[in-house]
């Protein structure tokens, strides 16, 4: 980022999870941040403590519309951080167009006005990128094994094609850009129903219903807690490499191991049940987080069951009144 410029960031999909907690920070860090996002799978209530603080503001449009390149408040922005997409399989797979849309559209209008900022602008991806991957862990050198047409693809194709449209933003007009990918995070403010395996499980072993595994519970997730993640994504902001950078936790859990750290944290008395694995679900999820402890200094610093326990505390004191 060029010196003297100045500290207005912008924050797309802020009212989100990973956005919201993003604000917090970039406001900790004495920033000043427009909050942009049309509360489609977005909440209100994850930013309702930040709309009175000094150096916030919420501006509430979508992003695919080229009108948001009118909005005066988005001028002398230094970084813009694009984290606008629905991002469960429940809400992606219930507004496939919108998800492509935002992923096209969306983000070409942000990109556009980095550009005539000349703005850093920071893509967040995700490790859906490297599908059902055949190579593991997954180095940011591994092109993946998508499938192009599943019910998934809607979310993994946005995604790639946003990641060529950064790309080519950098290479034709050699704006500073970075590309997060980001893999399964957790934390305070996720949305119990939105059919994630973090709010799920814990929702179905807080209230006693049968936690579900799909397949065998043998494939393998990594999670990476919410205060990891959002560092990673402000130290990208002084990185000069364009090039993806995989952020996540490395530690590899079954699923079913993943259940029982669940259950025995909530001292539930869940059965564990068995249902079909969905269609192109990865057998197997873990960073390669090489390129972010050179590049960032970067590695998560908070274990699962530390994180969990926040968690699951934050559930039971305000999703269960």
Not at 55 to 61: A, E, H, N, S, W
Not at 218 to 224: E, M
Request: aromatic fraction near 10%.
């Amino acid at each position: 980022m060029k010196k003297n410029r100045s500290r207005i960031a912008v924050v797309a999909g802020g009212a989100g999870f990973i956005g919201s907690h993003l604000c917090d920070y970039l406001l900790t860090q004495k920033w000043q941040v427009i909050c942009v996002d049309n509360c489609l799978t977005g909440r209100m209530e994850n930013i309702r403590h930040l709309i009175a603080k000094p150096g916030f503001r919420f501006v509430k449009i979508d992003i695919s519309s080229p009108s948001v390149l009118k909005f005066r408040c988005l001028a002398r922005v230094a970084v813009i951080f694009n984290l606008a997409s629905p991002a469960s399989p429940k809400d992606y797979l219930s507004l496939p167009i919108e998800t492509l849309t935002v992923g096209a559209h969306g983000t070409k209008n942000l990109l556009e006005l980095a550009k005539k900022n000349q703005a850093v602008f920071i893509q967040a991806s995700t490790s859906e990128v490297y599908g059902n991957p055949t190579k593991h862990p997954q180095p940011e050198t591994y092109w993946g094994n998508v499938n192009p047409i599943g019910e998934r693809s809607v979310y993994d194709e946005a995604k790639r094609y946003a990641e060529a449209l950064v790309m080519a933003y950098h290479r034709k007009f050699n704006l500073p850009v970075r590309i997060a990918r980001i893999f399964n995070t957790y934390g305070p403010r996720m949305k119990l129903d939105d059919g994630r395996v973090v709010p799920t499980l814990v929702y179905q072993a807080l209230t006693g219903k049968p936690i579900t595994i799909f397949g065998t519970g043998r494939q393998t997730r990594s999670f990476c807690y919410i205060s990891d993640m959002v560092l990673g994504l402000y130290k990208l902001i002084k990185c000069d490499d364009s090039y993806p950078i995989n952020l996540g936790n490395p530690e590899e859990f079954t699923i079913r191991q993943f259940a029982h750290l669940v259950k025995k944290l909530t001292k539930s008395k869940s059965s564990l049940v068995f249902k079909p694995l969905p269609p192109d679900d990865p057998n197997r999820r873990r960073p390669d987080i090489t390129r972010a402890q050179k590049l960032l200094g970067w590695q998560p610093v908070v274990n699962l069951e530390e994180g969990l326990q926040l968690t699951i505390k934050w559930f039971q004191e305000n999703e269960f009144h």
